[in-house]
C-alpha cells in the first residue's frame, strides 16, 4: 500500500519537472532589476525588465517592465504582484510571419500571483497600416484589471527585404 503514494509521488516529480524544462523554453530574457524599495534582511522590491522575442513573427521583439514585490511574502514567492506592467515592442530584423494568426492572440503568458492573477501579452494587426499591435495586461479571475500598455510595431522593409502585410497572415 506505501508504493502505490512514492509511485504517485516519483511520477508527480517526473511530470512537474518536465513542464517546468518545458516552460523554461519560454521564458524571457532578464535585461536587468532596479531596487525601488531597500527592505531590511529581506529582498527589496524591484522593477525588472525582460525581452521575448515574438513566437509567431520573426524579427519582432517585446521588452516589459514589471514591479517585483520584496519582502518575505515575495522571498517565498507568494505575493500578488501589481497591475502596472509597460511595454515596448520593435522590429528587430526582417518580419517573416511562421504562421497565420487571430486578432488578439496570447503571445506570452506570466504567473503574478500565487494563484489567481496573470500578465498577458497579446498580438493583434492593423491591416490597413501594416502595424503589428501589441497589448500587455494582467487579469484576476474575480475582477480583471483595468491596467495596460500597447506598443506597435510598423512592419517595415528591412534590406533588400520588402514589407509582409500583416493583414495576409490574418485568421479569418
Same mark, same amino acid.
Given at each position: 500500500?506505501?508504493?502505490?503514494?512514492?509511485?504517485?509521488?516519483?511520477?508527480l =516529480?517526473?511530470?512537474? =519537472?518536465?513542464?517546468?524544462a518545458a516552460?523554461?523554453?519560454? #521564458?524571457?530574457?532578464?535585461i536587468f532589476?532596479?531596487?525601488?524599495?531597500?527592505?531590511?534582511?529581506?529582498?527589496d522590491h524591484?522593477?525588472?525588465?525582460?525581452?521575448?522575442?515574438?513566437?509567431?513573427?520573426?524579427?519582432?521583439?517585446?521588452?516589459?517592465?514589471?514591479? #517585483?514585490?520584496?519582502?518575505?511574502?515575495?522571498?517565498?514567492?507568494?505575493?500578488? +504582484?501589481?497591475?502596472?506592467?509597460?511595454?515596448?515592442?520593435?522590429?528587430v530584423?526582417?518580419?517573416?510571419f511562421?504562421q497565420?494568426?487571430?486578432?488578439g +492572440?496570447?503571445?506570452?503568458?506570466?504567473?503574478?500571483s500565487?494563484?489567481?492573477?496573470?500578465?498577458r501579452?497579446?498580438?493583434?494587426?492593423?491591416?490597413?497600416?501594416?502595424?503589428?499591435v *501589441?497589448?500587455? *495586461?494582467?487579469?484576476?479571475?474575480?475582477e480583471?484589471s483595468?491596467?495596460?500598455?500597447?506598443?506597435?510595431?510598423?512592419?517595415?522593409?528591412?534590406?533588400?527585404?520588402?514589407?509582409?502585410r500583416c493583414?495576409?497572415? =490574418?485568421?479569418?
Amino acid at each position: 500500500m506505501r508504493l502505490i503514494p512514492a509511485a504517485s509521488a516519483g511520477l508527480l =516529480l517526473v511530470l512537474s =519537472l518536465a513542464c517546468s524544462a518545458a516552460l523554461a523554453a519560454e #521564458e524571457p530574457d532578464l535585461i536587468f532589476k532596479k531596487s525601488t524599495v531597500w527592505k531590511f534582511l529581506t529582498p527589496d522590491h524591484k522593477l525588472a525588465t525582460y525581452a521575448i522575442d515574438d513566437p509567431l513573427v520573426e524579427g519582432v521583439a517585446c521588452h516589459f517592465t514589471v514591479p #517585483e514585490k520584496g519582502g518575505v511574502s515575495g522571498w517565498i514567492g507568494v505575493a500578488e +504582484e501589481v497591475s502596472d506592467i509597460s511595454l515596448a515592442c520593435r522590429q528587430v530584423g526582417p518580419i517573416a510571419f511562421k504562421q497565420k494568426f487571430e486578432q488578439g +492572440e496570447e503571445m506570452f503568458r506570466q504567473r503574478r500571483s500565487f494563484l489567481f492573477k496573470k500578465m498577458r501579452i497579446v498580438r493583434g494587426c492593423d491591416a490597413k497600416r501594416n502595424v503589428l499591435v *501589441y497589448l500587455v *495586461y494582467s487579469d484576476k479571475i474575480i475582477e480583471g484589471s483595468p491596467k495596460n500598455s500597447t506598443s506597435t510595431v510598423p512592419i517595415m522593409p528591412w534590406g533588400d527585404t520588402p514589407a509582409e502585410r500583416c493583414g495576409n497572415w =490574418l485568421s479569418r
